[in-house]
């Protein structure tokens, strides 16, 4: 897969143009389809991201950029990088670094401004520690107005700080996001779904929407989500994902044509960004509240059941799914050790079970042999199936020394 980002060009020039940012694999045919076309524009450079265990590689194209022009759909969501040319280090690489460079003059302000941002439209997201020290507070406390302008020349409405979601929080929820702008958006959190901030992003072509003040958004999980998207035997089974947030990896599996996704999510403001992306992205879908049974079956291709997954074995007993999952997704980090007995109780013989988990880069195979002998135990105590560790994806990095891995758990016939 292949991303969008800008670059300046030679001093000489006022001008942005497009680069496409592509894993290894990929390098040489987009650099051929360009070239072909008289669009290559002549670099090509490795980039580093500690965000993930890939290389990508940023390939310049003579394709201009005009600021002015909203991004298509395919780019909503999109990334803005340092990138300067080889030829220039006057003419910053993005909007957001162009901006900086034309209204700071003070060398020490900029060498301490943000280096990455994220857009979501209409959302400029910044890191955690981004004009946080004294010098950019004073700054901003003599600009009144550097934000405003700062939100119009990047055509947003709201500007945000990041913050980590503490690992005990079931509901997964950015309690720490700290709105700069504009100054109303930094009062109590809006509570009802009309009234809230509500951004979007499209990945792999696939529509995702959310409110960032009461739900997380992972950028890192793409590599998990094309991976999803080329699994081979989707079309036209069914899927559960007990851990389905606003659907990430529910969309995959829809578009890697399953029949059916059968969803759990706790937290109200994800049930209901995933229902909107549903909606957005042409999939019927059903919202089960915790208090009603599901009831006849009136065949959405997403059913959500609005609460925990402690009672997910009842609800497809009732719905007469038992075991008939094709695919089992659990997508809770840092852990989801506490579901996966009712995963295998889901799982049926011959399918997978997607387990993702936080293991130290240098545990990977010890955790492969342990999670064998634990599924197998499991396995032994509701009928004795077979169980094995199918694939082990190193999706990216989430911590110094700490990988995001999926382990694919294959449960064959009863032995």
Same mark, same amino acid.
């Given at each position: 897969m292949a991303s969008i980002s800008e670059e300046g060009k030679a001093?000489?020039?006022?001008?942005?143009?497009?680069?496409?940012?592509?894993?290894?694999?990929?390098?040489?045919?987009?650099?051929?389809h360009l070239a072909a076309r008289g669009l290559f524009g002549k670099s090509i450079s490795r980039l580093n991201d500690d965000t993930t265990s890939t290389t990508s590689f940023r390939i310049s194209t003579t394709i201009p950029f005009d600021p002015t022009t909203p991004p298509p759909p395919?780019?909503?969501?999109?990334?803005?990088?340092?990138?300067?040319s080889a030829t220039s280090s006057q003419h910053p690489a993005d909007p957001f670094q162009a901006f900086l460079h034309t209204h700071v003059a003070d060398k020490t302000l900029l060498a301490t401004a943000p280096k990455r941002?994220?857009?979501?439209?209409?959302?400029?997201?910044?890191?955690?520690?981004?004009?946080?020290?004294?010098?950019?507070?004073?700054?901003?406390?003599?600009?009144p107005d550097f934000l405003a302008r700062l939100a119009a020349a990047l055509k947003v409405t709201h500007i945000a700080r990041n913050a980590p979601i503490t690992a005990s929080d079931v509901m997964r929820s950015p309690s720490g996001l700290e709105f700069l702008f504009p100054p109303s958006s930094a009062s109590a959190p809006s509570t009802t779904f009309d009234d809230a901030l509500w951004v979007s992003t499209t990945q792999h072509g696939l529509y995702q929407t959310w409110a960032p003040e009461h739900t997380m958004f992972s950028r890192g999980n793409?590599?998990?989500?094309?991976? +999803?998207?080329? *699994? /081979?035997?989707?079309?036209?089974?069914? #899927?559960?994902?007990?851990? %389905?947030?606003?659907g990430y990896f529910v969309f995959p599996y829809l578009r890697a044509g399953a029949r059916r996704v059968w969803c759990w999510e706790i937290n109200p403001w994800s049930?209901?960004?995933?229902?909107?992306?549903?909606?957005?992205?042409?999939?019927?879908?059903?919202?089960?509240?915790?208090?009603?049974?599901?009831?006849?079956?009136?065949?959405?291709? +997403?059913?959500? *059941? /609005?609460?925990?997954?402690?009672?997910? #074995?009842?609800?497809?007993? %009732?719905?007469?799914?038992?075991?008939?999952?094709a695919h089992v997704n659990l997508g809770l980090l840092p852990s989801s050790k506490a579901s996966w007995s009712t995963a295998e109780q889901l799982v049926k013989t011959g399918g997978l079970v997607h387990v993702h988990e936080n293991v130290g880069e240098h545990e990977v195979a010890a955790k492969t042999v342990e999670f064998v002998q634990s599924w197998s135990d499991i396995a032994a105590a509701a009928g004795k199936r077979d169980m094995?560790?199918?694939?082990?994806?190193?999706?990216?990095?989430?911590?110094?020394?700490?990988?995001?891995?999926?382990?694919?758990?294959?449960v064959g016939e009863s032995s």
């Open positions: 001093e000489s020039e006022e001008s942005v143009v497009f680069a496409v940012v592509a894993a290894r694999e990929n390098v040489k045919a987009i650099k051929s395919e780019l909503a969501g999109y990334e803005l990088t340092t990138a300067p941002t994220s857009i979501y439209p209409p959302l400029l997201l910044l890191q955690s520690d981004a004009f946080a020290s004294a010098g950019w507070r004073g700054y901003l406390s003599s600009h793409i590599r998990e989500k094309a991976r +999803v998207l080329s *699994f /081979a035997g989707v079309s036209g089974e069914e #899927v559960a994902d007990l851990y %389905a947030g606003i049930v209901e960004a995933l229902r909107r992306g549903c909606v957005r992205n042409g999939w019927s879908v059903r919202v089960v509240p915790h208090s009603e049974e599901f009831g006849q079956d009136t065949g959405e291709q +997403v059913v959500v *059941f /609005a609460e925990g997954n402690e009672n997910a #074995v009842r609800r497809m007993e %009732a719905a007469e799914r038992l075991r008939r999952m094995k560790c199918e694939h082990v994806e190193r999706v990216k990095t989430f911590a110094p020394g700490v990988l995001h891995c999926v382990f694919d758990i294959r």
